[in-house]
């Protein structure tokens, strides 16, 4: 992940450049190129979990289909809590404070707030393979435990969000 940090840094222009070897404002720069970063990092998660939702609405139609309608309100509790999970990473704060703010936060916790978003996308394999087991499951008497084991993956989705808000509140915020 630290590609797109990278990414983010090689493509200043010359007078962010200059502006860094002004005393000061190269911290600043780093800031905030750690959250645009971060930003771009959320939003390709975003959009991995989003390929991973239409393959559930797909799931959903394939099972309507095949007259499972007993299973499809279980189905959607999945769907519903992974769109949360999406919707959340999509809008989530990214530590930002302007230069001129009083509340500073330092490199060092942006970095460990974006460790933790590159930590958000390896649950796309998790939830992909509990689809694979419920799209395995159609038509046979192991198609609730499935669905039960996506929705509970879809949760364990939300629950790490939430714990990125505890990340950033732990932060220690200081006044400079």
């Given at each position: 992940?630290?590609?797109?940090?990278?990414?983010?840094?090689?493509?200043?222009?010359?007078?962010?450049?200059?502006?860094?070897?002004?005393?000061?404002?190269?911290?600043?720069?780093?800031?905030?190129?750690?959250?645009?970063?971060?930003?771009?990092l959320r939003e390709a998660?975003?959009?991995?979990?989003?390929?991973?939702?239409?393959?559930?609405?797909?799931?959903?139609?394939?099972?309507?289909?095949?007259?499972?309608?007993?299973?499809?309100?279980?189905?959607?509790?999945?769907?519903?809590?992974?769109?949360?999970?999406?919707?959340?990473?999509?809008?989530?704060?990214?530590?930002?404070?302007?230069?001129?703010?009083?509340?500073?936060?330092?490199?060092?916790?942006?970095?460990?707030?974006?460790?933790?978003?590159?930590?958000?996308?390896?649950?796309?394999?998790?939830?992909?393979?509990?689809?694979?087991?419920?799209?395995?499951?159609?038509?046979?008497?192991?198609?609730?435990?499935?669905?039960?084991?996506?929705?509970n993956t879809s949760q364990?989705?939300?629950?790490?969000?939430?714990?990125?808000?505890?990340?950033?509140?732990?932060?220690?915020?200081?006044?400079?």
């Amino acid at each position: 992940m630290s590609d797109i940090f990278e990414s983010v840094t090689g493509d200043q222009d010359f007078i962010k450049k200059i502006l860094a070897k002004i005393p000061g404002f190269k911290g600043y720069i780093e800031r905030a190129d750690r959250r645009m970063s971060d930003k771009l990092l959320r939003e390709a998660v975003a959009s991995e979990f989003e390929t991973l939702y239409q393959r559930i609405s797909a799931l959903q139609r394939d099972l309507i289909k095949q007259g499972g309608l007993a299973y499809i309100d279980d189905l959607e509790e999945a769907a519903l809590k992974l769109r949360q999970f999406i919707d959340r990473v999509r809008t989530a704060s990214y530590g930002y404070a302007g230069i001129f703010d009083a509340i500073k936060i330092k490199e060092d916790e942006l970095a460990q707030v974006y460790e933790y978003d590159a930590a958000l996308l390896s649950l796309s394999d998790e939830v992909s393979r509990a689809i694979d087991n419920v799209e395995a499951s159609f038509g046979t008497d192991g198609l609730p435990a499935s669905i039960g084991h996506l929705t509970n993956t879809s949760q364990q989705c939300v629950d790490a969000f939430n714990k990125r808000s505890e990340v950033m509140k732990g932060i220690n915020v200081s006044a400079e």
